[in-house]
């Protein structure tokens, strides 16, 4: 099982890891202003991913492919990575280097499917399971404090 780890930034923001169930950081968020706006990016993450198509950019004269959608590229050290974007184009969540591009791959997927946790300032929040997140007031909703 994963986990959406919410941390706070150097500069007073709130980000999240999402962490696969080994610790691995599976892909990171940008900044956002407060704990809401960081919940809403998660939340945003759980609903775009499961719909998100592939646009492989590595390949020679890909196809582009409406958002939302997960991009795979290659950084300038070579490495693969993803990005996925929103239904408005902006990028929800980056992932870390991969070597492979099968492991890169394999961490989409995960992003897919995971079920996970997400914890707070040290302590278990909400428990989310495949499309489903737990603890903001919606139907399928289980506190796990």
Known sequence: MGKFVMKETKNGGVKFDLKAG???VIATSEAYSGDAACK???ES???NAVEAKLEDQTVEGFETVTNPKFEVYTDKAGEFRFRLKARNGEIIATSEGYK???SCLNGIESVRKIHYFIIFRGQ????CSG???SGDG???LTRTI
Do not use: D, F, T
Request: proline content about 9%; cysteine-free; aromatic content about 0%.
């Open 22 to 24: 080994n610790g691995e």
């Open 138 to 140: 919606g139907p399928h």
């Open 124 to 127: 278990p929040a909400l428990l």
């Open 131 to 133: 499309n489903r997140i």
């Open 100 to 102: 492979a591009k099968a």
């Open 45 to 47: 993450v759980r609903k």
């Open 40 to 42: 809403k990016g998660i």
